[in-house]
């Protein structure tokens, strides 16, 4: 599904991120990227999706050599990567359903986009999203309104509304509490898995990593120094990737984790309406000036939801 083969990236001050990267995900696998900082790991994520053009290498999606590609085949390729971002991304003055349709903009015509024609099945889908992550009934919510965890869930709504097969996510936990990073890791893995999703995840702490993701890849100076399962993760595996240290708390920590797996008492937010949606309910977008609405040519400004 993805193959990197011998990925190069340096840069024009000379700084080598990538020393021959080879790494292969199989479709619906889900990959954590840890190591330390400066190690290349946003990087490497940033040249897969051509954010950032590698030296040298190939990065093969689906057979589609991505560091080879530009214009209109660099953008058909782009939609089936989805990518979720430490800091969000999303615009501040926008709704959190003007959020969620800008995952479209690579379906959707320049002039639809501008004057905020949207087709119908993007509108229910966003919805569906809205519902799947938890945040029914917030669509008109301004994006600068929500909290951390909202904004995220909100990320990981809009990485999906283009579709992909492969998901980038990038520190999706580094700017969250406890509770909320594990129930945001928790939901991405419940997504992947509920829809075949490969995914990388760069994530900075290792005890998160190891209790979610079933296989870590160690980067270390531009070169991976690890590959397998997060059950091999020990002192000296750490060590390898970090350095020296004392990592007996931290593989403690690792250990309880595995004992409890399963046990967490903090649930991610329940879908109350996707069976409702799954069963045949059906759906209605309310039409008014101020909403939301298939082929409306005014600004989208709000959306709601009509079950009869």
Known sequence: MLVIDSLQKRYPNSDVALKGVSLELRAGEVVGLIGPSGAGKSTLIRCVNRLVTPTAGRIALDGVDLAH???????????????????????????????????RLGYTGFWKSWARRFDGNDIARAFEL???????????????AL?????????????????????????????????????????????????????????????????????????KSGEIVYDGPASGMDAVVLTRI???????????NMQTNAAQDGALEDEVVES?????????????LALDSGHLSAGNTKPLMAAQVVTP
């Open 272 to 284: 109350p309406l996707q069976q409702e949606r799954a069963s045949g309910t059906a759906a209605l």
């Open 69 to 103: 590609v530009s214009g209109r085949g660099l953008r058909r390729a782009r939609r089936q990567i989805g990518m979720i971002f430490q800091e969000y991304a999303l615009v501040e003055r926008l709704t959190v359903m003007e959020n969620l349709l800008s995952g």
């Open 147 to 219: 909290s951390g965890g909202q904004r995220q869930r909100v990320g990981i709504a809009r990485a999906l509304m283009q579709q992909p097969r492969l998901l980038l996510v990038d520190e999706p936990t580094a700017s969250l509490d406890p509770k909320t990073s594990r129930q945001v890791m928790r939901l991405i893995m419940e997504l992947c898995a509920e829809r075949g999703l490969a995914a990388i995840v760069n994530i900075h702490d290792v005890v998160l990593a190891t209790q979610y993701l079933p296989r870590i890849v160690g980067l």
């Open 242 to 252: 970090y350095g020296d240290e004392d990592w007996s708390a931290i593989t403690r």
């Open 130 to 144: 809205l519902d799947r992550v938890g945040l029914a009934g917030m669509e008109n919510k301004r994006a600068d």
